[in-house]
C-alpha cells in the first residue's frame, strides 16, 4: 500500500487534515510542516530527504505549492499528487509587496493580529463550525510562531511558477477546492486541471479555503477514490 504524505497550509499543522489519517488506515500517513527553511527548493530538498522512496502526495495552499516543487524536484517518487486550494502560479508583485510588513509586525510580537485581520477572514465559507475552525487555525498558527511565519512568508513570496512542472508530470492527479474558496480561485484550479494530463477536478459544496475541515465528508471521499483509482 503506498504511503501518503500530507502538507498544510501556510500556518497549520497536521490538524489542519482532521481526521483524514484515521479515514485511511491502514495505509501509512506521515505530515510534513514546512518549518525549517525559507525556500520552496529547499522545504521540497528536507521532504525528500525524509519521505518513503515512492509515496503519494497531497498538499493544501501553501503546501500544494509546496507539492509542486517537491514533483520538479523528483517526479519519480511521487506515485500521485493530490493539490487543494492551491496555485501554481508565481506569487503576484501587489502580493508580494505586502510580505515584509507582515512580517515585520508577525516578529513584534504581533501574529495572532496579522492571522485574525489578514488571513484568517479569508479562511471559510459560512457554516456552523466557523468560529470553531477559526479558534483551531489561530491555536496552530500561534504554535507554529513568528519565525516560521517570517520562513513561510519568504518562500510563498519568491516561489517559482511551476506550470511546466504540472505540464511534465505523468502520474494521477486530483485538482480538488472549496467552491467558495476566495484564495484561489476557481481559474486556478481549471489551470492546474488542465496542465496534469490525468487529473480530475472535484468541487467541495459548502467550503472554502479550508476543505478537509469544512466538508470532511466529500473531501475524504474525493481523497480516497484519488488514492483507489
Known amino acids: 500500500m503506498t504511503p501518503l504524505v500530507l502538507i498544510p497550509g501556510m500556518m497549520c499543522d497536521a490538524r489542519m487534515w482532521g481526521g483524514l489519517a484515521a479515514q485511511l488506515a491502514p495505509r501509512p500517513v506521515g505530515h510534513y510542516v514546512p518549518t525549517n527553511a525559507d ?3 529547499a522545504l521540497a530538498a528536507d521532504l525528500l530527504r525524509h519521505a518513503p522512496p515512492r509515496f503519494a502526495l497531497a498538499g493544501l495552499s501553501m503546501g500544494g505549492i509546496l507539492a509542486m516543487e517537491v514533483v ?4 519519480e517518487r ?3 499528487l493530490a493539490l487543494l486550494d492551491t496555485n501554481p502560479c508565481a506569487e503576484a508583485p501587489e502580493v508580494q509587496a505586502k510580505r515584509q510588513a507582515q512580517i515585520n509586525r508577525a516578529l513584534s510580537g ?6 485574525k485581520t489578514e488571513m484568517k477572514p479569508n479562511y471559510l465559507a459560512p457554516g456552523p463550525d466557523k468560529r470553531a475552525i477559526l479558534d483551531l487555525c489561530l491555536d496552530m498558527a500561534l504554535r507554529l510562531g513568528p519565525d516560521t511565519f517570517a520562513r513561510q512568508s519568504r518562500a510563498l513570496r519568491d516561489r517559482p511558477d511551476q506550470q511546466a512542472t504540472l505540464a511534465a508530470y505523468d502520474g494521477p492527479a486530483l485538482v480538488l ?3 467558495q474558496d476566495r484564495l484561489c480561485p476557481l481559474a486556478r484550479h481549471q489551470l492546474m486541471h488542465r496542465l496534469l494530463k490525468h487529473s480530475r477536478l472535484s468541487l467541495i459544496a459548502g467550503a472554502a479555503h479550508l ?4 466538508n470532511p465528508i466529500d473531501t475524504y471521499a474525493d481523497l480516497i477514490r484519488w488514492l483507489e483509482d
Request: hydrophobic share 50%; proline share 13%; aromatic share 0%.
Open 39 to 41: 525556500t520552496m527548493a
Open 72 to 75: 520538479r524536484q523528483a517526479p
Open 78 to 80: 511521487v506515485d500521485r
Open 110 to 115: 504581533r501574529l495572532a493580529e496579522v492571522v
Open 177 to 179: 477546492m472549496g467552491v
Open 211 to 214: 476543505p478537509p475541515l469544512e
